[in-house]
């Protein structure tokens, strides 16, 4: 488990936003997504529930925290 993508979903899951959270760390969108699609796909559970532009975390996304 590469730490890069835990370091990004902790910031996801603080400001709720793919977008802002890209803003926050200098990174792009894509590159936010990537990251959690990777530890998602590692872990084998979905962190973030996506509905619109929003975002909320699953139960299995407040465990990791």
Do not use: C
């Not at 488990?1 to 760390?25: C, D, H, N, S, Y």
């Not at 969108?29 to 559970?45: P, Y």
């Not at 909320?56 to 407040?62: K, M, N, S, V």
């Amino acid at each position: 488990m590469e730490i890069k993508p835990l370091q990004t979903f902790l910031v996801t899951a603080r400001v709720l936003g793919f977008g802002e959270a890209a803003r926050l760390m200098n990174y792009s969108q894509s590159t936010v997504s990537e990251h959690i699609r990777l530890l998602e796909s590692e872990l084998g559970v979905q962190l973030f529930e996506r509905i619109g532009r929003k975002v909320h975390l699953t139960d299995a996304g407040r465990q990791l925290i």
